[in-house]
């Protein structure tokens, strides 16, 4: 009889765990922004859509400011993003009654890449990347000689990611001192395939992307050295990890509306996200954050603390010990 009891038991467990995985296995969850957080995100997606038994994430790749836009207005749960929200998204957002949970998943290092034939950019200083990239060198600074008397009286072709990215605001603010401030006579797009293309296809092309994507790429690309006055860096898990690699080095975050929590596979998509981050962004070629780090994150979403440790300022300069810091003093 007793056997009997615990059998009824087991059966009853087995159809209410069945029951709560078909509560939000039929959901959709929509994620948007950041096409550098999006190999982490799709890495993602596609393993807990294994294990949740139907449930569809869609991940799209409209850039950082883009995926803020569609967030802030509630087209989408989750925004991918590889940079802190600006203050007038996050005006955007309590206008539209939007509550946001800031979640950091990994850091990066902003690769600058050349095309493997050059042989003469191998290093650039801040301030040549600067000279190459500021607003005020739209239509003057053409030639590679230009930036550096050194280098070949070749045209220089430049790659970059559009304006709604975050890569772009991130670098533009790192190199040029202020966010979106850059010449406009360069290739753009949100999409870092074809700025791949561009540079590998041409001997004079200059770019910018996320590390990993140079990673993926390393037969068609070449990574430049840094240097910030301190010596020249080449940007690797090491360098970001070390803190060497400034100022091309920065968090990356996904950004969680409060009342798609509300949502059963929303809410399971996120506490499986922070909890198998670590490994899932590494796989991807990100760098992962500490332990401690995700213990905060998962923190944030079981207490819903909504809100942005940045308040609206950029993340330039910040290491991952920086990071850490924060969170655990917010």
Same mark, same amino acid.
């Given at each position: ?40 995100t799709e890495?993602?997606?596609e ?10 994430v869609?991940? !799209?790749?409209?850039?950082?400011? /883009?995926?803020?836009?569609? #967030? ?6 989750? @925004?991918? =993003? *590889? &940079? ?7 005006d ?13 998943v ?12 050059n ?9 040549e ?6 607003a ?23 790659? !970059?990611?559009?304006?709604?990215? /975050?890569?772009f605001?991130? #670098? ?6 202020? @966010?979106? =401030? *850059? &010449? ?39 990574a ?49 996200y ?57």
């Amino acid at each position: 009889m007793k056997d009997l009891k615990k059998l009824a038991a087991v059966f009853a467990l087995i159809a209410m765990i069945s029951s709560n995985t078909k509560a939000f296995a039929a959901g959709t969850i929509a994620v948007d922004g950041s096409s550098t957080v999006y190999p982490i995100t799709e890495a993602v997606a596609e393993e807990f859509q294994k294990q949740s038994q139907g449930a569809m994430v869609t991940v !799209g790749i409209s850039g950082t400011g /883009g995926g803020f836009k569609r #967030f802030c207005r509630g087209e989408i749960d989750i @925004a991918n =993003a *590889s &940079r802190p929200i600006k203050t007038k998204e996050a005006d955007m957002c309590f206008d539209n009654g939007i509550e946001y949970i800031e979640l950091p998943v990994a850091f990066d290092g902003l690769a600058v890449v050349i095309n493997p034939k050059n042989d003469w950019a191998t290093t650039l200083t801040v301030k040549e990347l600067k000279k190459a990239w500021e607003a005020s060198a739209q239509g003057k600074i053409t030639n590679w000689n230009q930036i550096n008397p050194k280098f070949p009286d070749a045209p220089i072709k430049l790659a !970059g990611p559009g304006t709604d990215s /975050g890569t772009f605001d991130y #670098f533009t603010e790192a190199i040029n001192g202020k @966010a979106g =401030a *850059s &010449r406009g006579d360069f290739t753009a797009s949100e999409d870092d395939n074809v700025l791949v293309q561009a540079v590998s296809n041409d001997v004079n092309a200059l770019g910018y992307f996320g590390m990993a994507y140079y990673e993926e790429n390393q037969d068609k690309l070449k990574a430049v050295a840094i240097d910030n006055g301190n010596g020249a860096v080449l940007p690797s898990s090491e360098t970001v990890i070390g803190g060497s690699y400034q100022p091309l080095s920065r968090p990356l975050f996904i950004y969680v509306s409060k009342k798609s929590l509300e949502k059963p596979e929303v809410k399971a998509f996120v506490e499986y996200y922070v909890r198998e981050a670590k490994n899932l962004v590494k796989e991807v070629g990100y760098v992962p954050l500490p332990d401690e780090a995700y213990h905060y994150a998962s923190e944030k979403v079981k207490n819903q603390k909504i809100g942005s440790i940045f308040k609206g300022k950029g993340a330039v300069g910040f290491k991952i010990a920086d990071l850490t810091a924060k969170e655990k003093s917010n």
